[in-house]
Antibody
Framework: QVQLQESGPGLVKPSQTLSLTCSVSGGSINSGSYSWSWIRQPAGEGLEWIGRISTSGSTNYKPSLKSRVTMSVTTSKNEFSLRLSSVTASDTAVYYC????????????WGRGILVTVSS | QSVLTQPPSVSGAPGQRVTVSCTGSNSNIGAGYNVQWYRQVPGTAPRLLIFADSSRPSGVPDRFSGSKSGASASLDISDLLPEDEADYYCQSYDSSLSGLIFGGGTKLSVL
């Protein structure tokens, strides 16, 4: 059974860069043509797709976040990462890492989520 | 504002049936992309309930069913149980955004 685990700072200062890592266990990040996404959810609000990266490193980002988002994959560590620059309070949310079998398909696996608060 | 439109809330009594609607457009549901439904209990990650419009993962009771017509989809929950109280989200893919999209979520209350 594939398991995903988010890690990173729970508090980030405004204007700084949010950096999160998703560790994948129970399977190789390199096997198959999976789509690895980051999704966030502000408190009391809905789900927002941030972007995705394939095992080969190709990316798609939500247009409104594209200028601030960078995703990467480190196959040797079986993990993928999110960097979101110039954060503001509106970036405060629970961030989930997920896996889908393809960019168009359902999200099969979710991490537990990590709360990131943007505050000075 | 979400790309997919869901009612903010629905409610029903135990044993009744409720329907949650999800309306999209010609660049997502109307273009034929699959619709998924997720159930989320506050404080936990969403869980897949329905995929590919109407398929259930193993372990999901057949009280939950999904359908799609044109640019809209629906989730039906029959024989409501108190434990069905949760937030329900629809999800699809949008070709103009080249990414996943979600509905705003619907809170189900079992009265």
């Amino acid at each position: 059974q594939v398991q995903l685990q988010e890690s990173g700072p729970g508090l980030v200062k405004p204007s700084q860069t949010l950096s999160l890592t998703c560790s994948v266990s129970g399977g190789s990040i390199n096997s198959g043509s999976y789509s690895w996404s980051w999704i966030r959810q502000p408190a009391g609000e809905g789900l927002e797709w941030i972007g995705r990266i394939s095992t080969s490193g190709s990316t798609n980002y939500k247009p409104s976040l594209k200028s601030r988002v960078t995703m990467s994959v480190t196959t040797s560590k079986n993990e993928f990462s999110l960097r979101l620059s110039s954060v503001t309070a509106s970036d405060t949310a629970v961030y989930y890492c997920t896996r889908s079998s393809s960019p168009h398909r359902e999200i099969e696996f979710w991490g537990r989520g990590i709360l990131v608060t943007v505050s000075s | 504002q979400s790309v997919l439109t869901q009612p903010p809330s629905v409610s029903g009594a135990p044993g009744q049936r409720v329907t949650v609607s999800c309306t999209g457009s010609n660049s997502n549901i109307g273009a034929g992309y699959n619709v998924q439904w997720y159930r989320q209990v506050p404080g936990t990650a969403p869980r897949l309930l329905i995929f590919a419009d109407s398929s259930r993962p193993s372990g999901v009771p057949d009280r939950f069913s999904g359908s799609k017509s044109g640019a809209s989809a629906s989730l039906d929950i029959s024989d409501l149980l108190p434990e069905d109280e949760a937030d329900y989200y629809c999800q699809s893919y949008d070709s103009s955004l080249s990414g996943l999209i979600f509905g705003g979520g619907t809170k189900l209350s079992v009265l």
